[in-house]
């Protein structure tokens, strides 16, 4: 009983909340509703009108006269009309709530998943974020559709108990004797319904995110052979959700005529009450019309009213996962200061620290500093740090402890965007809208294809783009599945690139890319520093690349060992030797493996 009380607690919060959004909207289709409601009381007073002055005198008298009738006909189509304006004023009114409140939420959602930091985006499933700015957004709404016909059925219910207690008192007693069995099956029916419909939409999230993940992971699952183990974990949820979907159906079909029954009953009680009370002479035949007409209309109030709590399990359990991502914590804090709109930009790192799980440091008292122009590349093992450090660089998330600084401004001091337009990051795992290749390396941003075929020059990226069907107007598909792993990279290189940051940060961003083509991209950017144009951080494994580099930074266990020219690190460490050796040593081995394994094969067919 508890849960009931809360459930319905919380729902007619919701529908609060709404109501003061959308006040305006609410309060015309609310009148539209109520309109409807009242002439739909009026057709019973029409109805009944029509039996004592019309009906009844025709059949007495065997004739009606042309005004009577056409009074009749006109108070009966005057009536529809506006009922008719009634519904349409509830109806678009209620749509038109409904949707502006979804679309409010889904802004919302989306503004607070663009401000909270990535951190609190790893410990979510893109399948929950989608569902809560989809199906729990609808779900929270969903009471907005017969909100106003249940409060326009409400008044509507009012005006039809006064009329029958005007018309006969003993009879509207007895007619409204089938009240409290209609009000108990109606809670009977939300006890029994409102745990399955909770269930369901619990489903409905949890399948969205596994689908979310089969698709997103497709190669994973196609190239390991895991479509049935796939399908059959997508199915077993699916399965789920449809026998609570069927249940709470089944519970439905169970109500629904025990509800449209009762007040049948109540009418056939009344019509036999009425019959004696007619021979009695205690009342009129138009009285009885009347009464019995009322009966039939003042039992949808109840069932509307029944619809809208129905859809509060539901609206609750959805706007509790939208709130639960509009109130969560971890925004980052902006400044106001601004940065330097031209010019390499000068990097400090001091003392940085920083950890994903409080136990397990992954930076620890990092410092360093690249002075304007100048390239830096980041060396070191597997889990030494350095994704990490390009990711607090560009203030994807904010140090435990220690400060960033770009042009010896703190990072957390600069305005929102600030930092987005001096420093630009491209990342190992290159992402491509499906867009055109203007569109992916723009972005919608007002440049030129001049500056567009600049930036794919230095990325090295011109060549295989001209060569394309359309140019800069050929779309790449979804991811860019159009292009190679080396052309994805370089695009979105070309991308940083034509936004003329101050500061480049590249996370092994050529790693796909052949060598010789992975030198000139780097000479590029080197020659367009010298210009004034970026300072580079790179994190890099060969030794072409580190080699090109002004200083190389040593990481290892989350911290800074060793610094100096690669030449320096490589005479005096035998652990950084031993390290970018082994890069370029395994490689090698994995080619020649492959240029190996066709001339074996060759050998034993001569054979």
């Known amino acids: 009983m508890s849960t009931r009380t809360s459930t319905l607690r919380d729902g007619f919060a919701v529908i609060g909340v709404g109501i003061r959004r959308e006040p305006w909207i609410f309060a015309a289709s609310t009148l539209g509703s109520v309109l409807f409601g009242a002439l739909t009381v009026a057709d019973a007073w029409v109805l009944g009108w029509s039996t004592e002055h019309a009906v009844l005198p025709a059949f007495r008298d065997g004739e009606i006269s042309a005004g009577l009738l056409w009074a009749v006909l006109a108070l009966f189509v005057g009536v529809a009309i506006l009922r008719a304006v009634g519904i349409v004023a509830r109806r678009l009114g209620a749509g038109i709530m409904q949707y502006r409140l979804q679309a409010h939420d889904r802004r919302a959602v989306t503004r607070q998943y663009l401000r909270l930091p990535m951190e609190w985006h790893q410990r979510h499933p893109t399948g929950e974020l989608l569902s809560n700015a989809n199906s729990d957004v609808e779900a929270a709404w969903s009471p907005i559709a017969p909100l106003p016909m249940a409060v326009g059925t409400i008044v509507m219910m009012v005006i039809a108990i006064g009329q029958m207690l005007f018309a006969d008192v003993v009879l509207a007693l007895v007619g409204l004797l089938v009240f409290p069995a209609v009000v108990l099956a109606n809670v009977s029916y939300q006890k029994a319904a409102s745990p399955l419909m909770t269930k369901a939409q619990a489903l409905r999230s949890e399948l969205s995110g596994i689908a979310h993940e089969s698709f997103d992971g497709a190669q994973v699952v196609k190239t390991l052979g895991r479509e049935t183990e796939e399908t059959a974990r997508f199915a077993e949820v ?88 509009l109130a969560a914590s971890g925004e980052m804090q902006y400044g106001a200061a601004r940065l330097a709109a031209t010019g390499p930009a000068a990097l400090e790192v001091d003392r940085l620290s920083y950890a994903y799980d409080a136990a397990v440091p992954v930076l620890s008292d990092v410092s360093f500093e690249v002075a304007p122009g100048r390239s830096v590349a980041l060396v070191g093992a597997t889990a030494a740090g350095k994704s990490t450090l390009t990711t607090l660089i560009t203030r994807l998330v904010d140090p435990d402890a220690g400060a960033i600084r770009v042009d010896g401004t703190d990072l957390r001091d600069l305005a ?69 792993g080396g052309q ?28 010789e083509v992975e030198a000139r991209i780097l000479s590029a950017l080197r020659e367009d520093a010298g210009d004034g144009g970026a300072t580079l951080v790179v994190v890099a494994y060969r030794k ?40 370029e040593t395994e490689p090698a081995a994995q080619s020649a493996a492959q240029s190996a394994a066709p001339s074996a094969a060759q050998s034993g067919e001569d054979a």
Do not use: C
């Not at 009418?267 to 009342?283: E, N, P, Y």
């Not at 009322?294 to 109030?301: G, W």
């Open 238 to 325: 699916a399965h789920a959700l449809r026998d609570v979907s069927v249940r709470a159906g089944r519970v439905r079909a169970a109500f629904d005529p025990v509800l449209a029954a009762l007040p049948n009953l109540g009418v056939l009680i009344v019509l036999a009450v009425g019959v004696a009370r007619v021979r009695s002479g205690h009342t009129d035949p138009g009285d009885v019309v009347t009464i019995g007409y009322l009966l039939t209309i003042v039992s949808f109030p109840i069932r509307s009213i029944g619809w809208l709590l129905g859809e509060f399990p539901r609206s609750v359990v959805g706007y509790g996962r939208v709130a639960r991502v």
């Open 544 to 583: 072409a690349t580190i080699g090109l580099a002004d200083e190389v930074l040593h990481l290892a266990d989350g911290r800074v060992v060793d610094r100096g020219t690669h030449q320096e690190l490589l005479d005096r460490s035998p652990v950084y030797a031993d390290l970018v050796n082994a890069y």
């Open 416 to 484: 929102p965007a600030a930092l987005a337009g001096a420093v630009a990051v491209v990342p190992q795992t290159a992402f491509l809208f499906d867009d055109t290749v203007r569109g992916n390396v723009t972005l919608g941003a007002a440049i030129d294809d001049a500056e567009v075929w600049a930036a794919l020059r230095t990325a090295q990226a011109d060549g295989f783009v001209a060569a394309l069907p359309h140019g800069l107007d050929t779309r790449l598909g979804e991811r860019g599945t159009s292009l190679s």
């Open 488 to 515: 994805r990279q370089r695009v979105s290189l070309a991308r940083a690139v034509v936004r003329k940051p101050r500061l480049l940060v590249l996370d092994d961003a050529t790693s796909a890319v052949d060598p």
